[in-house]
C-alpha cells in the first residue's frame, strides 16, 4: 500500500468536564487539555502506521477560548502529514455548553510522532488529504515543517547549555 486516507486515522472523543478538571480560574487545566490531546493524537498516529509510536514534539497549542464546567470536550484527531518516519497529527478541541448547546473550538494542536519497529524509527506510508479542510491543513503542515526543524535545532542548542 503507498498510502493511506486522512479519514482511516481519524479519532474522536469526548468527555464532560468536572470541578476536579478546573484551574483556580474556574476553568479546565491546560495541561489536562495537552494531555487529552497527545493521547487522542496518539490513537490516530497508530492507526495510521500500524506500529508502536511515541511523541516527538508538541507544537503550536493555540489556546482559543476557556472551558467551564458547564461545557464538554471534544476532540478529533487525524495524520495530515508524514515524513519518512514522522507523523503529524492534527488535533481540534470544541467545547459546547451543555445548557446553551453554544459550541467553540477551545483549542488546535499539531502533534508530531515517530513510529518505531523493534524501538527504532521506521518508514510509514504516506498520507492522502481528501476534503477541502484536509488539503489546506497539510499545506500548513509543509509551511510549518522548516520553522519545526529550526526549532528542534535551537532546543539542542539550548541543551548543551546546561551540559555538564
Not at 468527555?15 to 495537552?34: E, Y
Not at 503529524?88 to 459546547?96: D, G, H, L, N
Request: hydrophobic letters at 40%.
Amino acid at each position: 500500500m503507498n498510502g493511506r486516507y486522512v479519514k482511516e486515522s481519524k479519532v474522536f472523543d469526548s468527555s464532560r468536564i468536572f470541578p476536579t478538571d478546573l484551574n483556580n480560574h474556574g476553568t479546565l487545566f491546560g495541561g489536562k487539555m495537552l494531555a487529552a490531546m497527545d493521547l487522542i493524537a496518539s490513537i490516530s498516529a497508530t492507526k495510521h502506521s500500524r506500529m508502536e509510536c511515541v511523541t516527538a514534539s508538541m507544537d503550536s497549542v493555540e489556546f482559543l477560548c476557556p472551558v467551564r464546567e458547564s461545557d464538554c470536550i471534544y476532540y478529533e484527531s487525524f495524520v495530515i502529514l508524514t515524513g519518512s518516519s514522522s507523523m503529524e497529527v492534527f488535533v481540534r478541541a470544541t467545547a459546547e455548553d451543555l445548557l446553551s448547546a453554544e459550541k467553540r473550538v477551545a483549542a488546535t494542536c499539531f502533534v508530531t510522532f515517530v513510529a518505531l519497529k523493534d524501538g527504532k524509527p521506521h518508514k510509514v506510508v504516506e498520507v492522502i488529504p481528501e476534503t477541502e479542510e484536509e488539503i489546506k491543513l497539510q499545506q500548513l503542515a509543509f509551511k510549518r515543517l522548516e520553522s519545526r526543524q529550526l526549532r528542534k535545532k535551537l532546543s539542542k542548542e539550548l541543551a548543551l547549555i546546561w551540559k555538564e
